[in-house]
């Protein structure tokens, strides 16, 4: 266990005070800033922060604008526990997440937009123009949030119509030559009906990292553009009605990661299906974009040599919610629905290099090289022995990957909770799921024209050597109940039950290509009579197993192989707990939580097992949350898991052609301390400041091959047992810390307020965060492990006498310090070892913010 000691410190203090959640502070008369009580939702009802006997932190539009908190990577600088990596779009809270975003997969953290649930995190990155809060829960939260909150959850309010006309205006401009604008109007359109109109546009010309090619630089470059429209309604006395719909396009060169590795200069590559790219740079007469040979990511981390730039779309992204409140005399009745539905689409280089083509040199004579067009002698020993009726190929290793995602989702949920004011408060609901998610990936390579038209099988107009497809639809159902009940006026109990079903059902289609791999077929020994070969028949699985719903079939007209996939899962989950608040500035819990996230598929690879079970999570938490004179909230918990089952994707080899399938870790644990404090010692002077360790491990996790070191060579490799067919040797995972388990964090923040009386008020406001060491692979090995980096942040804040009218100045990692937020490694063979990606941070940005109410 690492650093066990500071947990057994930290934790004595968490007992005498603590819980989470950062507010706003108002001004007193004697001179000392006394801080705000912020309402939240976290228990499916309005309570203070500071009452809650859960483990959440609160960010108020006010307080994004104060710390320059503009999407969920900046949350995760100033939240215990939460950790974002933007580069794949993963969230998790206490080591608690989602390993993979293939489909049949279920994320750990759940996403809310105004209660409704939300599939993607895309709603907790709004512009606070227009998020009134955000709210982080950490732990389990499966009784009141349900499926794939095993981690913890994340709900983004609205900033709703208002009772009077407002308008409001921004416009941004930033370095990278970037520009935003932002408007809206809200206000009565009639006696009990209010509307809002909103919407923005940003555009940045100018990418994060240089494509020294000659490409345009990526990372950041794009725009994209979002509009919504609210109806808020009292429609009788007690019987309320909001509706919001809203809609997104953008345009993007989306780089989120870079090699710091060299060029693995092999013939064919671990786990290549063509010859490799940078093979080229050792043969004369090569012809690429730009002029670098090696690659540039080894000096410069930020930058790159491609021939094909990174580009992503999202289209036809929709959206609907509504809730609707029937307030009766002592029971509300709520219904939240939501309806999404999008188009992604993505294309990005996939061979890391900048090599257009080069000739592949021949192998040397031998007459039973067992070339099969040939007639068995290999083409060297023609042009040695009966003449020119051979050459050596050509290589075009344009190598690209395109990624789509087709979604579309119903959720809805419908409560009855008690609203007296009696001992005992209760709450009810039903909730219902759908989705349909279509994803492809394609693996492409179309400049080499024998991909598109393989020997003896159908033609590959596509150019893919790897097409990967899934069609998955799941429903989920819930019923669930929650009480609390006040024991005596300072010791409340709670209890609750929810009951959960998932059913996945869908299909699957995969196809594989290689060219010049294949013994009698190879590119050194048939030259440039090497066909393209469809290996898919050979690669495929055609056993039963778990979820399997059908035999294998192949497509004679695509040559895609396809089967069908279904299954269900169900579980119970809950929370007990205990609270004692013996003042109004005291708030200390005791709470246990049952977890629980569907089991799944790893579709899209017709794989032996593509099926992994439930995860299941047993969470003890003891916390507490302590204000002292109205100036000073400390706020801590410390908690431990118990984690069975956890859903993890490892890489395998079958028949030749390398996988990735899900497996169950059998029994995992993990424990930690979070602790958030805000202090005002002075009318003008805040001080914030959060802390989280977390430490965990696998228990029982045997026996696996770690793909980037299939021979279990590298340093802190743990080898078990003999050898498979192919010599790769197995590992356990005991003792390993589970993926993206953050082991140390912390954020400052420290804002000074400076009067200018009929000019208005100055808030100058500076940020630090630091982050540790974290491995982000579940083989803790140096090329998993992102290193510790730290950001500083300065924003100021001019607002006017009447608060009409406003300048926001910011610069965002002051020292342009390079951060990461993943890492993975694989194998190399020349030179050998492994080679590191990094999913990187953005550098330093600075702008300006100019914003007028009306």
């Known amino acids: 266990m690492r650093k066990a000691s500071m947990l057994a410190a930290v934790s004595a203090f968490a007992i005498a005070a603590s819980g989470q959640g950062f507010a706003q502070v108002q001004d007193e008369p004697d001179g000392v800033r006394k801080l705000d009580r912020v309402t939240v939702t976290a228990v499916k009802r309005e309570q203070d922060l500071n009452d809650v006997p859960v483990s959440v932190t609160a960010f108020t539009a006010d307080l994004r604008e104060e710390l320059g908190l503009d999407n969920l990577s900046d949350f995760a600088r100033f939240t215990p526990s939460l950790a974002f990596s933007a580069g794949d779009d993963r969230v998790f809270i206490r080591g608690i997440g989602r390993q993979t975003n293939t489909n049949g997969s279920d994320p750990g953290v759940a996403t809310y937009a105004d209660g409704i649930y939300d599939a993607s995190t895309a709603a907790v990155s709004k512009s606070d123009f227009f998020v009134e809060r955000v709210e982080v829960l950490r732990g389990p939260q499966g009784t009141l949030y349900g499926r794939n909150s095993i981690g913890g959850a994340i709900n983004v309010l609205s900033k709703r119509p208002t009772d009077t006309f407002e308008g409001e205006a921004r416009l941004s401009i930033g370095n990278y030559e970037t520009t935003e604008v932002q408007a809206s109007v809200a206000g009565p359109l009639a006696k009990g009906l209010r509307g809002k109109l909103a919407g923005s546009y940003r555009n940045q010309d100018e990418g994060f990292f240089d494509n020294v090619a000659g490409g345009p630089a990526e990372a950041g470059a794009g725009e994209i553009s979002y509009f919504e429209a609210q109806l808020d309604a009292d429609l009788s006395e007690n019987f309320s009605l909001w509706l919001k719909a809203d809609t997104q396009n953008g345009r993007f060169n989306n780089r989120t990661t870079n090699s710091a590795s060299p060029y693995d200069m092999a013939p064919v590559p671990a786990g290549f299906l063509t010859p490799g790219p940078a093979f080229g740079y050792l043969q004369p007469g090569f012809t690429q974009e730009g002029t670098a040979t090696s690659n540039p990511g080894v000096n410069d981390i930020r930058k790159f040599s491609v021939d094909t730039p990174t580009t992503s779309k999202l289209d036809d992204n929709y959206g609907l919610s509504a809730v609707a409140t029937w307030n009766l005399d002592n029971i509300d009745i709520k219904y939240l629905g939501g309806y999404r539905t999008y ?6 280089d996939d061979d890391g290099t900048s090599m257009l083509s080069y000739t592949f040199p021949l192998d040397a004579a031998s007459p039973a090289a067992g070339e099969v067009l040939l007639g068995g002698p290999n083409c060297q020993w023609y042009l040695e022995n009966i003449g020119p009726v051979c050459a050596a190929a050509t290589v075009f290793p344009q190598r690209t990957f395109g990624y789509s995602e087709d979604k579309s989702f119903f959720s809805h949920e419908l409560t009855a909770q008690s609203s007296d004011d009696s001992d005992f408060w209760w709450i009810v609901g039903a909730y219902m799921y759908d989705e349909d998610f279509r994803q492809e990936s394609h693996f492409g390579n179309k400049a080499q024209p024998e991909i598109s038209a393989p020997l003896g099988a159908a033609a590959n107009p596509s ?14 159902y819930a019923l669930f109940g929650q009480a609390d009940y006040a024991l005596t006026d300072t010791v409340t109990l709670t209890g609750g039950l929810r009951y959960s079903m998932d059913k996945k059902s869908g299909s699957e289609w995969l196809r594989i290509i290689s060219y010049g791999i294949i013994p009698g077929f190879t590119i050194g020994g048939s030259g440039a009579a090497t066909p393209a070969l469809d290996l898919t028949a050979a690669s495929v699985s055609y056993a039963s197993a778990a979820g399997v719903a059908s ?20 579980a119970l989950s809950g929370v007990a707990g205990i609270q004692w608040q013996p003042n109004d500035d005291t708030n200390y819990f005791l709470r246990y939580s049952r977890g629980y996230k569907s089991g799944g598929f790893n579709a899209g690879g017709i794989s032996q097992f593509p099926q992994t079970g439930e995860e299941l999570l047993d969470a003890f938490e003891i916390g507490a949350k302590k204000s002292f004179g109205g100036n000073l909230q400390v706020n801590a918990t410390a908690y431990h898991y118990s984690y069975d089952g956890l859903q993890v994707p490892l890489d395998v080899e079958e028949n030749g052609v390398r996988l990735t399938r899900f497996f169950n870790l059998a029994d995992s644990s993990a424990q930690g301390f979070e602790l958030e404090t805000i202090w005002s010692p002075t009318d003008v002077l805040r001080v914030m400041f959060s802390y989280a ?13 770690d793909v980037a070191d299939p021979f279990a060579l590298q340093p802190d490799a743990n080898p078990v047992g003999q050898s498979d067919a192919s010599g790769n040797q197995y590992q356990s995972l005991e003792g390993q810390m589970l993926p993206r388990t953050v082991p140390n964090k912390f954020g400052l923040n420290v804002s000074y307020d400076i009067p200018l009386g009929e000019k208005g008020d100055l808030t100058l406001s500076g940020n630090y965060s630091w982050l540790d060491d974290t491995y982000h692979g579940v083989f803790n090995r140096s090329y998993t492990q992102t290193p510790s980096s730290d950001q500083v942040d300065l924003i100021g804040v001019w607002t006017s006498s009447e608060e009409a009218y406003r300048v926001v100045g910011y610069v965002k990692n002051l020292f342009d310090e390079q951060g990461f937020d993943g890492s993975t490694g694989t194998a190399s063979y020349l030179p050998f ?3 590191q990606t990094y999913y990187l941070t953005a550098p330093r940005t600075f702008g300006v913010q100019l914003q007028m109410h009306f």
């Open 343 to 348: 188009f992604y689409d993505s294309l990005r």
């Open 463 to 476: 150019g893919d050597f790897v097409t990967a497809i899934s069609d998955m639809e799941t429903t989920s």
């Open 551 to 570: 035999a294998v079939t192949i497509d004679p007209a695509t040559g895609r192989a396809t089967r069908d996939l279904e299954n269900e899962w169900n």
């Open 693 to 705: 360790y977390n430490d965990s491990e696998v228990k029982d996790g045997c026996c696996f091959v």
């Open 833 to 835: 070892g492994v080679s």
